[in-house]
Structure formats: structure tokens, C-alpha cells
């Protein structure tokens, strides 16, 4: 922990305290100017609004799919093993083949969704181009791959709840609908908060799908349209080569999912508590 945790901590915090450049064998110390110079960095917040837009447009009504799918799931179905492999392989799927995939899927001459909206009456939509549609796009990329994930962490929890409960629900005539929101969702609410920090810790890391959207371009686009914290982090310390102020990124990321996480303790606290 030592070895791989801690010291790439405080080696990156060393790092973003200087003028760091692979180029160079003279480290300037510059102190906070890093941290200055960030904030104030258009491009950064830039990066951060796309983040998040990105992380609302598909990590919410990715727990929500995942929800009712793990509900589905842990209904009395023929051949249970067999759905429940069939929820995950999105996940286990190569990223680079997913990204390949969903750009033919989304391309601007030949995409099957532009074909769709052509035969509905609706123009074409060049996807890379817009912030919206790009970042829809990539939102659809990622709720494809990891739904199926959460929605195995739901059932796993969803097994662990009383059955009598759900027997007594029946005989009273409640939905499925029903015991989904009134016994399921309050019986697993710490599993759910756990995905919903999980997630969006694992959403401030984006980069493997905007980068291979986008072709490979590090910038997210022409207009910047949907580059990422990590994408952005990536130009910084591979494009300009300016490793300090690529650390200084990094660890205002790393501030942010502190943050996160001690948001997560709060209402996990809070929960117990109840």
C-alpha cells in the first residue's frame, strides 16, 4: 500500500508543486502557481461541466435500468444463470471494440441511428459535432456496458431481503410495481447509495470512451464538446508534456472524489442512524 498507494500520492503532489517537464532535466519550483493557473484555466471547468453532464446523462437512468432489471431478475425466471451472464457481458465487453461499435452506430453518413431518423422524417444528426449529441453519444456507451453490473449488485443485495415480506405483499394485492418501491429499494437503500458514490466516482474518470469517440483526439473535439477530467488530465501530460500541471489536475480530481466519498460516509452514517 505503501509501495503503490501512498507514495504516487505524494509524489504527484511534489510533482504538481513544480514546472515538471519530461523535456527538461531542470524542475522549476513554483509552489501553488499550478493550482493558480488551474482555476483560473477555462479548459479545466470546461472539462468538469462536461463530466458532469455526461455522468447525470448516464449514470442516473443507468441505476435506474438497473434497478428494475435486477427486480425482473429476481423473479422466478426459467434458466436464471443464463439472463443473469446475459446482464453482465456488456461489461466483461472489450471498451476500444464497445467504442467501435457505437460510432458506426452513431456515425453521421451511414449510422443506424441516423437511418432510423431518416426513415421517422427526422434529418441527421452529426454526433461528434454537437456537445449534446456527443455527449448523449458517450452517455449511451457507458450505460450500455455498465448496467448490467449494477444491476447484479442490486440482486445480489435484493436476494438478501426476507421473502415473507414479498409473500405477504401478494396476499395483501400489491404490484410488482409496489414491492419494488415500497419493499425492495427501502431494504437495499445502502447498496444503493454505494453504486450511486461508486458510479460517480467511476464517472469523473471517463476517458476510454470520449477518447475513442473522438478518434483518438485528446481535446474531445473540435470545440472541446466532450472532453473529460481524464481526457483532459491525458492532453496535459501527453500532448504538452507538462507533467505539473498535469499532476495539479490530477490531484484536484483526487479532491473531488475525497469529497464524494466523505458525502458517502455522511449519509451512510445517517442511514444507520435511521
Given at each position: 500500500?505503501?509501495?503503490?498507494?501512498?507514495?504516487?500520492?505524494?509524489?504527484?503532489?511534489?510533482?504538481?508543486?513544480?514546472e515538471w517537464s519530461l523535456l527538461s532535466e531542470t524542475h522549476t519550483f513554483l509552489g501553488l502557481q499550478n493550482y493558480q493557473d488551474l482555476f483560473a484555466d477555462e479548459y479545466f471547468w470546461n472539462a468538469l461541466r462536461n463530466t458532469a453532464q455526461i455522468w447525470?446523462?448516464?449514470?442516473?437512468?443507468?441505476?435506474?435500468m438497473a434497478l428494475v432489471l435486477a427486480h425482473v431478475l429476481n423473479q422466478r425466471l426459467r434458466a436464471p444463470t443464463f439472463w443473469r451472464m446475459t446482464a453482465v457481458l456488456p461489461n466483461i465487453t472489450s471498451v476500444a471494440a464497445v467504442a467501435i461499435i457505437f460510432g458506426q452506430i452513431f456515425g453521421k453518413d451511414y449510422g443506424l441511428v441516423n437511418w432510423?431518423?431518416?426513415?421517422?422524417?427526422?434529418?441527421?444528426?452529426?454526433?461528434?459535432?454537437?456537445?449534446?449529441?456527443?455527449?448523449?453519444?458517450?452517455?449511451v456507451m457507458i450505460l450500455w456496458r455498465w448496467t448490467g453490473y449494477n444491476a447484479l449488485i442490486y440482486?445480489?443485495?435484493?436476494q438478501a431481503v426476507n421473502k415473507d415480506l414479498y409473500d405477504a405483499a401478494s396476499l395483501d394485492g400489491a404490484s410488482s410495481f409496489q414491492?419494488?418501491?415500497?419493499?425492495?429499494?427501502?431494504?437495499?437503500?445502502?447498496?444503493?447509495?454505494?453504486?450511486?458514490?461508486?458510479?460517480?466516482?467511476?464517472?469523473?474518470?471517463?476517458?476510454?470512451?470520449?477518447?475513442?469517440?473522438?478518434?483518438?483526439?485528446m481535446t474531445g473535439g473540435s470545440d472541446r464538446q466532450f472532453q473529460t477530467l481524464s481526457l483532459y488530465l491525458y492532453e496535459v501530460a501527453f500532448s504538452r508534456f507538462d507533467f505539473g500541471y498535469a499532476s495539479t489536475a490530477a490531484w484536484a480530481m483526487f479532491g473531488i472524489i475525497v469529497i464524494v466519498a466523505a458525502i458517502n460516509y455522511f449519509l451512510t452514517s445517517r442511514l444507520r442512524r435511521s
Amino acid at each position: 500500500f505503501a509501495a503503490f498507494g501512498i507514495f504516487p500520492l505524494a509524489y504527484t503532489a511534489w510533482v504538481s508543486l513544480h514546472e515538471w517537464s519530461l523535456l527538461s532535466e531542470t524542475h522549476t519550483f513554483l509552489g501553488l502557481q499550478n493550482y493558480q493557473d488551474l482555476f483560473a484555466d477555462e479548459y479545466f471547468w470546461n472539462a468538469l461541466r462536461n463530466t458532469a453532464q455526461i455522468w447525470v446523462l448516464s449514470t442516473v437512468p443507468q441505476l435506474l435500468m438497473a434497478l428494475v432489471l435486477a427486480h425482473v431478475l429476481n423473479q422466478r425466471l426459467r434458466a436464471p444463470t443464463f439472463w443473469r451472464m446475459t446482464a453482465v457481458l456488456p461489461n466483461i465487453t472489450s471498451v476500444a471494440a464497445v467504442a467501435i461499435i457505437f460510432g458506426q452506430i452513431f456515425g453521421k453518413d451511414y449510422g443506424l441511428v441516423n437511418w432510423l431518423l431518416e426513415t421517422l422524417g427526422l434529418g441527421r444528426i452529426d454526433w461528434q459535432a454537437g456537445t449534446a449529441s456527443s455527449q448523449i453519444a458517450i452517455s449511451v456507451m457507458i450505460l450500455w456496458r455498465w448496467t448490467g453490473y449494477n444491476a447484479l449488485i442490486y440482486l445480489a443485495a435484493m436476494q438478501a431481503v426476507n421473502k415473507d415480506l414479498y409473500d405477504a405483499a401478494s396476499l395483501d394485492g400489491a404490484s410488482s410495481f409496489q414491492q419494488l418501491t415500497r419493499i425492495t429499494v427501502p431494504a437495499i437503500r445502502p447498496t444503493i447509495i454505494f453504486t450511486v458514490i461508486i458510479s460517480t466516482i467511476g464517472g469523473m474518470q471517463v476517458l476510454a470512451e470520449p477518447l475513442l469517440f473522438g478518434g483518438g483526439s485528446m481535446t474531445g473535439g473540435s470545440d472541446r464538446q466532450f472532453q473529460t477530467l481524464s481526457l483532459y488530465l491525458y492532453e496535459v501530460a501527453f500532448s504538452r508534456f507538462d507533467f505539473g500541471y498535469a499532476s495539479t489536475a490530477a490531484w484536484a480530481m483526487f479532491g473531488i472524489i475525497v469529497i464524494v466519498a466523505a458525502i458517502n460516509y455522511f449519509l451512510t452514517s445517517r442511514l444507520r442512524r435511521s
